[in-house]
DNA sequence: CTGAAAGCGCTAACAA
DNA sequence: TTGTTAGCGCTTTCAG
């Protein structure tokens, strides 16, 4: 039913060969027979199948991206539209496939990355499992992870332990002493990033003389909801901070409803700091760091197609700058606090 | 450098018939030979060649989706989410393409949904081009339209103007009679559903009696910063309206800031509804209609999957139920309103 | 500049 | 129950 190179060789009265040629650009071929042949292709309306294409090549011409599965949040969104919007000028197609748990990461780092499926795949935010590492990783698809951290991988990442002191040291200056970190449960294998932010502002705190209070750190789901209801439990300690450091934006916008609800005005009241610096964080004048995210998923797809071009080359290390955006949810420390 | 169904057949001391049977699950094969085959699998760590599974099977074994390039939005991620959940637990490839302008649909619309490229398509929130519906759909890959409404495709779509009737409805019961419409630009390719709530809104107006005024209806980028300035523009009218719809919640999330911006408290001085009952509106307690979003990705990748098993499948077509959701931002028109 | 033919890795009759 | 064989639609030597 639908045309294929034959019929196309056949209306034209070429060999298969020959339009093979013309539809791959060979200059070898004399401007009437390439006529005759794309006058055929476009009566036929003929288009190559890709299927046989790259079984004859020998390459899927694919991509995956593997993310956990609430690829729902801002932040991998922006990465995504990043990959998408490289590899949508290339050649290649790109396959998206999500995992919920970490053992099913395992399977997908296994089978995925078979080089029967797929001729790069990209990481999101995913730690590789040592199996994968062991066995795929030196036969396989190159892999290149985006936010993550793996000497054996070419990657994009960010210092996330520098972001965590950029904060602190920012609220620091301001007189804060009273600092407290609301972020994402830090056990789980998915938010390394999130335990190197904490590491940071531990440094920070201790560099400034400030113990750390266990109170003042608090965990939960990431979403807005419950970190507005951390931040609620935070703002009625006995000895409240006058300082929150959200490890995310999304929880920091949590964190804001939680003051504004209390009364709470900002930054005079209470400074809050968020990280990534998502839309939300610029319309809602959240102070926070911003990290490129929409970039980390350009590189990271410049990257890999430049692995799958070139296999030989060696790994390749982006790290991107942080900066932190001063904007109006940060302010001295309020006068009237008690000082501890 | 890959193992081959060859080289398992060879290992396994059996033909490559019947590897290819113990693959794919065909009982008629001895466990003797079964076992024999399944350990030169495991011993090779041998995986099926998809390009060439698909090549024979005449298949791409993938579904393509295709929607606008601001995929970034909420309600396109709750959709997508839906559809990948869906397609995960199929055999189907999932890939994505997001065209941008109205000529590159045009483009995506024919060759995109070309047989040798997908076995599928679903369009989310894009009307297909009528070059495409002569051209493709009686011979092409089956599509679907998530959140599109077209005669001679299978569809999931929501009542728009039904939803614009039942926001409006609930305004004026509420004594509102200074109802103001904010949106999307009306006059583009992608909202029509923007279109038909307007209508909706229009309708109820005038069986209500009250003059449609065109100072009430602005439009403008769907975000909130436009969103937001198009709301102080409303309020800050010589009659301002005591009641606003916008379209999407993201945009009645802007109008909420603008009218705190500007010291009303809602819904005492200003009722806000919006449209969606994205994730945010809940957690803003905004009234607002509820479209099943996910749901939408679902149930659309099931008619899929349900076409592509059976060709000859009528057009299939699903209408979403629309429910008001009344949470905290409207209320009775205030009793101050100068009364028009 | 053009054509013949082998082969990419698999599936599915058809035979045995 | 198993093997043989003919494709699937393309790319790519190798000859001519």
Same mark, same amino acid.
């Given at each position: 039913?639908?045309?294929?190179?034959?019929?196309?060789?056949?209306?034209?009265?070429?060999?298969?060969?020959?339009?093979?040629?013309?539809?791959? &650009?060979?200059?070898?071929?004399?401007?009437?027979? *390439?006529?005759?042949?794309? !006058?055929?292709?476009?009566?036929?309306?003929?288009?190559?199948?890709?299927?046989?294409? %790259?079984?004859?090549? +020998? *390459? #899927?011409?694919?991509?995956?991206?593997?993310?956990?599965?609430?690829?729902?949040?801002?932040?991998?969104?922006? *990465?995504?539209?990043?990959?998408?919007?490289?590899? #949508?000028?290339?050649?290649?197609?790109?396959?998206?496939?999500?995992?919920?748990? @970490?053992?099913?990461?395992? /399977?997908?780092?296994?089978?995925?990355?078979?080089?029967?499926?797929?001729?790069?795949?990209?990481?999101?935010?995913? @730690?590789?499992?040592?199996?994968?590492?062991?066995?795929?990783?030196?036969?396989?698809?190159?892999?290149?992870?985006?936010? /993550?951290?793996?000497?054996?991988?070419?990657?994009?990442?960010?210092?996330?332990?520098? +972001?965590?002191?950029? =904060?602190?040291?920012?609220?620091?200056?301001?007189?804060?002493? %009273?600092?407290?970190?609301?972020?994402?449960?830090?056990?789980?294998?998915?938010?390394?990033?999130?335990?190197? *932010?904490?590491? $940071?502002?531990?440094?920070?705190?201790?560099?400034? $003389?400030? @113990?750390?209070?266990?109170?003042?750190? =608090?965990?939960?789901?990431?979403?807005?909801?419950?970190?507005?209801?951390?931040?609620?439990?935070?703002?009625?300690?006995?000895?409240?901070?006058?300082?929150?450091?959200?490890?995310?934006?999304?929880?920091?916008? +949590?964190?804001?409803?939680?003051?504004?609800?209390?009364?709470?005005?900002?930054?005079? !009241?209470?400074?809050?700091?968020?990280?990534?610096?998502?839309?939300?964080?610029?319309?809602?004048?959240?102070?926070?760091?911003?990290?490129?995210?929409?970039?980390? /998923?350009?590189? +990271?797809? &410049?990257?890999?197609?430049?692995?799958?071009?070139?296999?030989?080359?060696?790994?390749?290390?982006?790290?991107?700058?942080?900066?932190?955006?001063?904007?109006? #949810?940060? /302010? @001295?420390?309020?006068?009237?606090?008690?000082?501890?």
């Amino acid at each position: 039913m639908v045309a294929t190179i034959r019929d196309v060789a056949e209306k034209a009265e070429v060999s298969i060969a020959t339009v093979s040629r013309v539809v791959n &650009q060979n200059p070898a071929v004399s401007d009437a027979t *390439r006529q005759k042949v794309l !006058d055929a292709i476009s009566v036929l309306n003929y288009t190559p199948s890709q299927i046989a294409r %790259r079984l004859s090549l +020998g *390459r #899927t011409q694919t991509v995956a991206v593997v993310l956990p599965s609430f690829f729902t949040r801002p932040s991998y969104v922006e *990465r995504l539209r990043g990959i998408q919007d490289v590899l #949508t000028k290339s050649e290649y197609d790109l396959v998206i496939h999500t995992v919920d748990s @970490p053992v099913q990461i395992e /399977g997908y780092f296994t089978t995925l990355s078979h080089p029967s499926r797929v001729d790069g795949v990209l990481f999101i935010s995913l @730690p590789p499992t040592k199996e994968y590492v062991e066995q795929y990783l030196p036969t396989g698809a190159p892999a290149v992870l985006v936010d /993550g951290n793996h000497e054996q991988f070419s990657r994009v990442m960010i210092d996330d332990r520098h +972001g965590g002191r950029l =904060v602190t040291e920012h609220l620091v200056k301001l007189g804060h002493r %009273r600092i407290a970190f609301l972020s994402d449960f830090l056990n789980t294998p998915y938010y390394i990033s999130m335990q190197l *932010r904490f590491e $940071g502002y531990r440094e920070v705190l201790k560099t400034a $003389g400030i @113990p750390f209070r266990p109170e003042y750190h =608090v965990e939960g789901a990431h979403a807005r909801l419950e970190a507005r209801e951390l931040a609620r439990q935070l703002l009625s300690l006995d000895d409240p901070p006058t300082a929150i450091f959200a490890a995310s934006d999304t929880q920091a916008i +949590g964190v804001l409803d939680a003051a504004r609800s209390m009364g709470m005005r900002l930054p005079e !009241d209470l400074s809050l700091v968020g990280f990534d610096n998502i839309r939300d964080a610029e319309y809602l004048n959240l102070t926070t760091v911003h990290q490129p995210l929409y970039e980390s /998923g350009v590189q +990271g797809a &410049q990257i890999l197609l430049s692995m799958m071009k070139n296999p030989a080359k060696p790994i390749q290390v982006v790290t991107q700058e942080l900066s932190l955006i001063i904007r109006s #949810t940060t /302010g @001295p420390v309020p006068e009237t606090g008690v000082s501890s």
